[in-house]
T-cell receptor
């Protein structure tokens, strides 16, 4: 069965610290997609990144970076020089494939609540 | 702003009642997904539609139903409501559920069943 595990329930850091959010996934598919979403206190879900299983290149976007390691089934997310505005719940998700390879629904981890204190 | 709209933002109702949640996808998107977020179950997939047809079903209760209309908006109907149905209901949309798609989420409808 497909599963996403975010072992860190809550993390608290002080502004300007670096923080890494862990994500471990399980799937029998050879083609799959991984995502990170951010849920700020206002409640909406904001898309951050999408990565397919054939692309193991790390990605950097400003203060955000993602490390995808297929060998360990992990897709970790690092925020460099954290800011108070980064405070949110972060979800890692895995897509199920259906209908001849098209992306299906998302399987979410339980989320990691990040609190960045000034 | 993701471009996905959901109404209403908040809904308070009583047990046994029926409610309808509405979702309009981003312009050009053909596929709509519904998810439920609750404290005990987390974010769970309910159902997916593509261009008016049901495409995939998740942990959706028989008391719940959905449809996607010709103008591509979707409605999620929840009936015989129970206290445990209180949750945040999200709608998401994507172009066609294809291999290059990303699901963009609406702001959610918070349902409280008293």
């Amino acid at each position: 069965a497909q599963k996403v595990t975010q072992a860190q329930t809550e993390i608290s850091v002080v502004e300007k610290e670096d923080v890494t959010l862990d994500c471990v996934y399980e799937t029998r598919d050879t083609t799959y997609y991984l995502f990170w979403y951010k849920q700020p206190p206002s409640g909406e879900l904001v898309f951050l990144i999408r990565r397919n299983s054939f692309d193991e290149q790390n990605e950097i976007s400003g203060r955000y970076s993602w490390n995808f390691q297929k060998s360990t089934s992990s897709f970790n997310f690092t925020i460099t020089a954290s800011q108070v505005v980064d405070s949110a719940v972060y979800f890692c998700a895995l897509s199920e494939m259906n209908y001849g390879g098209s992306q299906g629904n998302l399987i979410f981890g339980k989320g990691t609540k990040l609190s960045v204190k000034p | 702003d993701s471009g996905v709209t959901q109404t209403p933002k908040h809904l308070i109702t009583a047990t046994g009642q029926r409610v309808t949640l509405r979702c309009s996808p981003r312009s050009g998107d053909l596929s709509v997904y519904w998810y439920q977020q609750s404290l005990d179950q987390g974010l769970q997939f309910l159902i997916q539609y593509y261009n008016g047809e049901e495409r995939a079903k998740g942990n959706i209760l028989e008391r719940f139903s959905a449809q996607q209309f010709p103008d591509l908006h979707s409605e999620l109907n929840l009936s015989s409501l129970e206290l445990g149905d209180s949750a945040l209901y999200f709608c998401a949309s994507s172009y066609e559920g294809g291999t290059t798609d990303t699901q963009y989420f609406g702001p959610g409808t918070r349902l409280t069943v008293l």
